[in-house]
């Protein structure tokens, strides 16, 4: 790396703004952290630590401390969520052997709803010191400090098989979970559009078989990562089929609906609530929601959401 390549990553990585934060009306603190090309939020509800991309426009004179009070207080109205569950997702239990601590188990996976870290990392936990299947589909992990709740119908089969003696009854298990894994359908001739918490950028999967087809059309989606903003793409058959997106906190915007005609369906299959503005309004989907992308699905009145980028990355701190 030579000298201006490093001096470009210095400038990018320095704070040059820090601004306080507060909501009068629910007692939150916060700060506006400025790098210039990215800006974002931090700020605790309820033991959580949040952070959340803030739109970055020089050419506005963007008054950070209302926004981030505005972002503050419509998080607290329309996207937080009381009693979630620590749930870990594509997961699976990994044995380890030390010199010094002997045998112990780790589990691996994508976690949702710890106070610590956000949703959709990859994460290993502590040592585990129990697990035991619940009488919702769920194998349930204890470490140290944190209960985890696995889904059985997404554990990563492939990876688990290499220690299948960690789980009590696993040949039974994966006979009855491996093939409930997650996929949402729909009827031919519509389109529907996956979203959840615990997958990049929201995308969980599409689902669409076009009329007089017998099977679902393949698709690709692939993240465009920009500058300022991120974006998300997703195509199937040359075309046919071309949504496009910008992930924000807990919100998308699409700028391309193109489906050929056919109706589309936003599915949240997550646990958080998540919105989507569309050509037609912006549209609410609690979790486990379906709604077809249509006026009378919309908000009668748009709330205020985070326009920043999902992930406001690249800031070294």
Not at 88 to 111: F, K, M, P, T
Not at 285 to 309: I, Q
Request: hydrophobic fraction near 30%; include cysteine.
């Amino acid at each position: 790396m030579d000298e201006k390549q490093q001096e470009m990553i210095d400038n990018k990585n320095a704070l040059k703004k820090e601004i306080p934060v507060y909501s009068e009306k629910y007692g939150v603190h916060g700060k506006v952290l400025d790098y210039g090309v990215v800006t974002k939020l931090v700020f605790n509800y309820n033991g959580k630590d949040l952070e959340v991309g803030i739109h970055n426009n020089p050419l506005m004179n963007t008054d950070y401390a209302q926004m981030g009070q505005q972002i503050m207080e419509s998080y607290i109205e329309n996207l937080s969520s009381k009693n979630r569950k620590v749930m870990l997702h594509n997961w699976y239990i990994e044995d380890h052997l030390s010199q010094r601590s002997g045998r112990y188990a780790l589990a691996h996976g994508i976690v949702t709803g710890h106070t610590r870290l956000p949703d959709s990392i990859f994460i290993y936990t502590s040592k585990i010191r129990e697990t035991y299947v619940n009488g919702e589909g769920e194998l349930v992990v204890l470490t140290m400090n944190t209960e985890y709740h696995c889904p059985l119908n997404s554990c990563d089969w492939e990876r688990q098989d290499q220690y299948a003696d960690m789980i009590p009854d696993y040949k039974k298990i994966k006979a009855e979970y491996k093939d409930k894994a997650l996929r949402p359908a729909i009827e031919p001739g519509k389109v529907l559009l996956v979203l959840s918490n615990f997958c990049h950028y929201y995308f969980h999967s599409l689902y669409c078989i076009p009329e007089g087809s017998d099977k679902p059309c393949e698709y690709s989606g692939d993240a465009h990562v920009g500058m300022f903003q991120d974006s998300y793409l997703v195509e199937t058959d040359h075309g046919r089929i071309d949504l496009r997106y910008f992930p924000h906190f807990q919100n998308i915007e699409f700028y391309s609906e193109h489906t050929q005609g056919m109706p589309l369906f936003l599915e949240n299959v997550g646990d958080v609530t998540l919105y989507a503005k569309s050509s037609v309004g912006t549209i609410k989907l609690n979790p486990g929601e379906r709604k077809e992308v249509t006026k009378e699905n919309a908000e009668s009145e748009t709330p205020s959401l985070p326009n920043g980028d999902l992930y406001p990355a690249g800031i070294i701190e």
